[in-house]
């Protein structure tokens, strides 16, 4: 899995901004993204703080290499 270039406390950061009535396209610029990528972060990171967002990556990275694992193993 590609790593972020962004931390969980900058894309809640963004998303807060957007929260603040700050516009997509302005944002997208500020920060050097797509706007696809805003609406993916909005969908994934909508209404979280930072401490659920680390915890929703952590889930993610246990869930990924307990995949692997029980793959290996049907092998």
């Not at 603040?20 to 909005?42: D, I, N, P, Q």
């Not at 990556?57 to 990924?64: Q, W």
């Amino acid at each position: 899995m590609k790593r972020s270039r962004f931390t969980e406390e900058q894309i809640i950061g963004v998303l807060r901004e957007h929260e603040a009535g700050a516009v997509v396209a302005e944002l997208c610029r500020k920060h050097g993204l797509s706007s696809a990528t805003f609406y993916a972060w909005k969908a994934k990171y909508g209404g979280m703080d930072v401490s659920e967002a680390r915890r929703l990556k952590a889930l993610e990275e246990e869930n990924t290499k307990l995949k692997r694992l029980y793959a290996d193993a049907m092998l």
